[in-house]
DNA sequence: CGATTCCCCTGATAGC
DNA sequence: TGCTATCAGGGGAATC
């Protein structure tokens, strides 16, 4: 499930390989994930340029030179591919998750961007660049988790104002920080020792710092290892991350903490499952 | 306005 | 063994 580091993964990876590229045409076999309709978004994308690439939260934005943008959200279970007649025979493109490609944009220089959502939850959608900042999933952002503005004076500010949330929900509102999922969740507070139903109200100014250094270390840390895969998550080049070999808790419910052998719980917040250590995060 | 529920999908898993 | 019901999960929409 991309969160904030394999977004980033992924528009890092972008940035490097598909700028000044011009896209030749669209080929997709669920349309419904492709708006405003798939004739559409293909011919306000056809013959432009690739100019540039960026990420908002957990979306991913595409400039192209003719004012227009590509905006794209993998959701669950999606991931971009780029091929080329360099690597389109590499063993990473032999990965069963290829089964999922459902839309490709083909490139100049014999090269595709390959879309795959086992689930079919992800979209994307073709914008005029001067309305990407007020599309409605954007511009309700709250600061992004991964920027110099996320300070924990910023954060104190957003804990204050939903004081009576429990902190383990209050992590995932992507309209007071954006980038989190559930897996940097549960990993941020268990680094900070804090139990995902206190509530935002109870954490001390230690506190607040200690979780906000967490999110920004775990979140580092994580895309320098290009993400993590615990299923379908790849990058561009259809290789596994590596950050899942550093989860603390996340997804291992009953097995022992890694800081304290003390068997991990799972709970449900916000719909989501959480995980934490019942020793050490109080 | 805030909180909760439903929904989109389909592979994995549990239950029989 | 094989079939069926249930679950997971980001985030938008509908509902309470």
Request: glycine share 6%; proline share 4%; with cysteine.
């Amino acid at each position: 499930m991309p969160e904030l580091p394999e977004v980033q993964t992924v528009v890092t990876q972008l940035q490097k390989k598909i700028v000044d590229l011009e896209i030749q045409r669209l080929w997709t076999q669920w349309p419904k994930s492709v708006r405003p309709t798939p004739a559409e978004f293909e011919k306000r994308v056809k013959h432009a340029m690739i100019i540039g690439m960026r990420r908002f939260g957990k979306h991913i934005v595409i400039d192209l030179n003719n004012q227009q943008s590509i905006l794209i959200h993998l959701k669950m279970t999606g991931h971009l591919l780029v091929k080329n007649p360099t690597n389109r025979l590499s063993q990473a493109f032999k990965d069963p998750y290829n089964q999922f490609i459902h839309h490709i944009l083909h490139l100049s220089n014999d090269t595709a961007l390959e879309f795959s959502d086992m689930r079919k939850f992800g979209w994307m959608e073709v914008v005029r660049t001067q309305d990407v900042e007020t599309f409605s999933s954007i511009a309700s952002l709250g600061v992004d988790a991964a920027s110099d503005a996320f300070t924990s004076d910023v954060f104190r500010a957003i804990l204050k104002q939903y004081s009576s949330q429990h902190i383990g929900a209050l992590l995932l509102r992507q309209e007071s920080i954006a980038g989190i999922g559930n897996i940097y969740r549960s990993e941020a507070l268990h680094r900070a020792c804090i139990r995902p139903l206190r509530r935002a109200r109870s954490l001390t100014k230690r506190d607040v710092e200690k979780l906000a250094q967490s999110i920004r270390d775990v979140l580092r840390e994580a895309i320098q290892k290009r993400g993590m895969s615990d299923g379908d998550f790849r990058d561009t080049d259809g290789r596994e991350g590596e950050f899942q070999k550093e989860l603390g808790v996340y997804g291992r419910s009953g097995k022992p903490c890694p800081i304290c052998n003390t068997s991990i719980q799972r709970i449900k917040i916000a719909q989501r499952s959480a995980f934490f250590c019942p020793k050490c995060q109080k």
